[in-house]
């Protein structure tokens, strides 16, 4: 900023965000102290001592250690079947003359608008005729195909600064259209491929409804966590320790990732200005 | 790169490259035909993955839509009667109300505070950092977990934080039972909701605030213009192109919610808290009635459609 900003901004900006601040830390806190002392509040401090009891006890209590396990295979699985599977049909659609191929971009791209509450009725009933309840693949197979809608969208964007005359180079070269996938343009979409991976990974790991629907012994945690976050349970303090269980893994990935997406939004508009 | 086409000519010497000889018409119909089983064996995985998780139930969801099913038996044609039924089943009605009011107030709310936020913060970026964070870090909690983190905000007793705060400002005689109360539950489910989905429009928005020339800046700030005015006069018009991306985005996000209002409320007290969103989960998924469920649930769709009407053209427009 130009100038001097004035100085009541940070603070006011500071206050505002107690808001979003004072909650994340309740649940940190409510983790690490006794049950007896926050029944009247995690924030009362009239008898501080702080206990990793609950750290301890909630593995055996809820399935939280199955749950991440579940999780970690779901996420892991579906985002590397994006990440391989987007770059080949976004390459496809931009360098490739095929018949139906501006149909089938438009409806693959634009089924980003579909809500999963569109998808999941006929899913279930297919998945009970085939068997597939409560098998992993039931979920990953919505998972995956689900990205595409969004994935293709993002790396056939950044194919479109790809310059042109290098696949031409390639094909005069005598590569073939696929040799000229795997050597000219993949090896340059790493950045493109990594910003799918973590967006899949997120929205894997935080998916809920799908899971919820079509598992039932083996499931990940949020489906866990929602079934043990009713309103009457008061386990306050192992809840705690599960909700950050379940939501660690994805928001250091997201609060790293942070940074590169602002590092980058910030790159791209100054050198677009 | 270089290597790698040389290597490939070595390795195909005997074919002669498709751009030699011929009229350039020629070798275009060519290449398309030679081509396309490359871009099909590309392309197959992605299009056999989509047509079983997107086209297929899309369309069978409507399909379904006009049959009366009942658990396992015999689905049996309906015609519109699911949708008559829909149109007198006061449920329902509670339903599209209650999404018409959770999908402008969350995205009202959201939206206008990240975009507050942003403003303030474009004129001080660094001592705001830290602030910005943490209400973006809340965007990154499982959205199953911002659920219990506002549970335990709306705890009944002076346990509540919300409560207790009434109680300790003097306000004791305000203290509720935020969640248990049908009137009250729907505005605490918006503000939890709300309060997560803030920190994407504070992210796009002042993205975009960024992205302001500082020769603009520079101007105004040397003839003489105060902070504020440079705020309101300059960076909240052109801050703009970020506040439509994110109400798009938001909007998108709200009718679609599902996982706050199943952890907070599961669509109740007296199913005062459920969207057309969550109306189909409960139809099907706990009633059984799928043909009845996916009736709603192309009522969702059509008003998605209607919302994202301009994205979709806007991208049909531009897929070359």
């Excluded at chain 1, 206990?51 to 301890?56: F, H, K, Q, S, V």
């Excluded at chain 2, 751009?19 to 020629?26: K, T």
């Excluded at chain 2, 409560?163 to 400002?169: A, K, M, T």
């Amino acid at each position: 900023m130009i100038g001097k900003a004035p100085r009541w901004i940070p603070v006011v900006v500071g206050l505002i965000s107690i808001a979003w601040i004072v909650p994340l830390i309740g649940i940190v806190v409510t983790s690490i102290r006794p049950e007896a002392d926050t029944v009247l509040g995690w924030w009362r401090l009239d008898h501080i001592q702080l206990t990793i009891d609950a750290w301890i006890r909630v593995w055996s209590k809820y399935r939280l250690g199955d749950g991440f396990w579940v999780s970690a295979q779901l996420a892991g699985i579906a985002t590397i079947g994006s990440m391989i599977l987007t770059p080949a049909a976004a390459y496809a659609f931009q360098f490739l003359k095929f018949p139906f191929r501006r149909t089938l971009l438009i409806i693959i791209i634009n089924a980003f608008v579909l809500p999963q509450q569109v998808v999941v009725i006929p899913l279930f009933t297919l998945w009970r005729q085939m068997g597939l309840i409560d098998n992993l693949l039931a979920v990953l197979i919505p998972y995956v195909g689900l990205s595409f809608a969004w994935s293709i969208f993002l790396v056939k964007n950044f194919l479109e600064d790809f310059p042109k005359e290098l696949v031409e180079a390639g094909r005069i070269d005598g590569c073939g259209p696929i040799s000229t996938f795997f050597h000219v343009v993949l090896p340059n979409t790493l950045s493109s491929i990594f910003a799918v991976g973590i967006l899949q990974f997120l929205f894997c790991w935080n998916s809920l409804l799908i899971p919820l629907l079509f598992l039932r012994t083996e499931v990940p945690l949020p489906v866990v966590f929602a079934q043990i976050s009713g309103q009457y349970d008061p386990n306050w303090d192992l809840r705690a320790v599960a909700a950050i269980v379940t939501t660690i893994v994805p928001l250091i990935i997201f609060l790293v990732f942070q940074r590169q997406f602002a590092g980058g939004s910030l790159t791209t508009s100054g050198s677009k200005e | 790169m270089t290597d790698v086409a040389l290597q490939s000519r070595g390795g195909q010497r005997d074919t002669p490259p498709a751009a030699e000889g011929g009229a350039r018409e020629r070798t275009a119909l060519r290449r398309w035909i030679a081509d396309a089983p490359a871009a099909y064996l590309l392309l197959a995985p992605v299009l056999v993955l989509f047509a079983f998780s997107v086209v297929y139930p899309l369309i069978q969801t409507i399909w379904l839509s006009f049959f009366d099913i009942k658990g396992l038996a015999k689905p049996r044609f309906y015609g519109f009667g699911n949708f008559v039924t829909l149109f007198y089943d006061g449920n329902f009605r509670q339903a599209v109300v209650t999404t018409l009011l959770w999908t402008v107030c969350t995205t009202a709310l959201s939206v206008g505070a990240g975009w507050g936020i942003a403003l303030l913060s474009a004129l001080a970026p660094r001592q705001t950092l830290i602030f910005r964070f943490m209400i973006f870090a809340a965007f990154g909690v499982s959205e199953a977990v911002t659920g219990y983190i506002w549970l335990g905000i709306y705890r009944p007793d002076a346990s509540g934080l919300l409560n207790s705060l009434l109680y300790g400002i003097g306000l004791g005689q305000f203290a509720h039972p935020w969640l248990g109360d049908a009137h009250t539950a729907i505005w605490c489910l918006i503000i939890a909701y709300s309060w997560a989905q803030t920190g994407l429009p504070l992210l796009l928005i002042y993205a975009a605030t960024q992205a302001i020339s500082k020769n603009v800046l520079e101007a105004a700030y040397v003839d003489g213009a105060s902070p504020l005015q440079i705020m309101r006069h300059i960076i909240a018009p052109l801050s703009m192109p970020g506040v439509r991306v994110a109400l798009f985005i938001n909007l998108l996000g709200s009718l679609r919610a599902f996982d706050t209002i199943y952890v907070l409320t599961a669509g109740g007290p007296v199913r005062s808290t459920e969207t057309i969103g969550f109306f189909m989960f409960r139809e099907s998924f706990t009633q059984f009635k799928l043909g009845y469920g996916a009736a709603a649930t192309l009522v969702l769709l059509v008003a998605v459609l209607i919302v994202s009407l301009p994205a979709i053209i806007q991208r049909t427009a531009g897929a070359r």
